[in-house]
């Protein structure tokens, strides 16, 4: 297990390009999150999926993002038509299912990939 | 909506010193954790505490959680310029499950030679 990976690291792109990111949790873990951190910020969550499905999505992903998680294993964040405000770092972290008691688990996150939009 | 806020914004240190970074919340803190980040990369997780008045350590960081689980700080013991970095303090929005994480804006750390 070699941890979170996330690609690709850096993207460059147009505005008004497409662009997907994909992100591999650790193996055995069923919850994947999705966050974007801008310069001098902490990371802001985006959505997330237990499995496959998507429970949540925040009210930053606009109807231009979408993120699937087939098969709950691997992830992709796609942005259309993408925007100068949409350069930042996008995060994503991976955890096994915490209980309904409130135990938690650890929150472990990919490298992130930093999108620049021009 | 939870907030953390994070104190000092940043440090500048000399090797060698101690040094304590806090994280404070507006509402109780149902877990609480600490990773580090290297500029343009992603998080390290260091350490994560839910219970009130808890405490965990890892080679010289040591975190804790006060009783009321309201405010938790990192200590750092005879630092290294390994350790300079961004701290981030996050917390989970609600209970009952591992859910999506709240962050503070994050601690610069330098840590002179």
């Known amino acids: ?75 992709t964040l796609e942005i259309q038509r993408t925007e100068q405000g949409d350069s930042a770092m996008y995060l994503c972290a991976s955890s096994l299912l915490g209980t309904p008691s409130g135990v938690y688990n650890e929150q472990f996150f990919g490298p992130g990939t930093r999108l620049t939009v021009l | 909506s939870q907030e953390l806020e994070q104190s ?26 600490w990773y580090k980040q290297k500029y343009g990369e992603g998080l390290i997780f260091l350490m994560m505490l839910q219970k009130g008045g808890e405490e965990k350590s890892h080679e010289k960081i040591t975190a804790k959680l006060d009783e009321k689980k309201q405010q938790s700080s990192l200590h750092i013991t005879a630092s290294q310029p390994s350790h300079a970095g ?18 503070g804006k994050g601690t610069l750390l330098t840590v002179n030679p």
């Open chain 2, 8 to 33: 000092p914004q940043s440090l500048i240190v000399q090797e060698g010193k101690n040094l304590t970074i806090n994280c404070t919340s507006s509402k109780t803190l149902y877990g609480l954790y």
């Open chain 2, 86 to 103: 961004i701290y981030l303090c996050g917390a989970p929005s609600s209970g009952g499950s591992n859910y999506k994480l709240t962050f």
């Open chain 1, 1 to 75: 297990d070699t941890g979170v990976s996330q690609n690709p690291r850096h993207k460059i792109t147009k505005r008004g390009q497409n662009v997907t990111f994909r992100c591999d949790p650790i193996s055995e873990h069923n919850r994947l999150y999705w966050y974007r951190q801008t310069l001098g910020q902490g990371p802001e969550f985006l959505t997330y999926f237990q499995n496959e499905a998507q429970l949540e999505k925040s009210r930053l992903l606009s109807d231009r993002f979408s993120a699937e998680r087939p098969k709950g294993s691997f992830s």
